[in-house]
Nanobody, 126 residues
Framework: QVHLVESGGGLVETGESLRLSCAAS????????TAWFRQAPGKEREFVAG????????YYADSVRGRFTISRDKGKGMVYLQMNSLLPEDTAVYFC???????????????????WGQGTQVTVAS
């Protein structure tokens, strides 16, 4: 199994930045798709950003494109989400997720991911 632990969340003001980290441990494969999702109170969990299994392509939700950047250090088992120009609408619990079997057509679907972290809270004050 793969264990994921998110960190880096906190309380910031509109326009500020945060960098989230996701540490992976346990059994991993060389080609794992990894993504960040978020869930705000009263809303469905939504895709934020993700890597293809090869890591050669990145994908972003329209709402965060140009503001957020996903990156990873594969050798260290770390995935990051740099969040700039934060907005109150970004307030949510952020989760990282990974799977060795995600195909491109399902990369944005939470059902495609077998392993999830516990989440880290991001709160953006207006």
């Amino acid at each position: 199994q793969v264990h994921l632990v998110e960190s880096g969340g906190g309380l910031v003001e509109t326009g500020e930045s945060l960098r989230l980290s996701c540490a992976a441990s346990g059994r991993t494969a060389s080609n794992y798709a990894t993504a960040w999702f978020r869930q705000a109170p009263g809303k469905e969990r939504e895709f934020v950003a993700g890597f293809s299994r090869t890591g050669s392509n990145t994908y972003y939700a329209d709402s965060v494109r140009g503001r957020f950047t996903i990156s990873r250090d594969k050798g260290k088992g770390m995935v990051y989400l740099q969040m700039n120009s934060l907005l109150p609408e970004d307030t949510a619990v952020y989760f990282c997720a990974t799977s060795s079997t995600v195909i491109l057509s399902a990369l944005r679907s939470q059902g495609a991911y077998a392993y999830w972290g516990q989440g880290t809270q991001v709160t953006v004050a207006s």
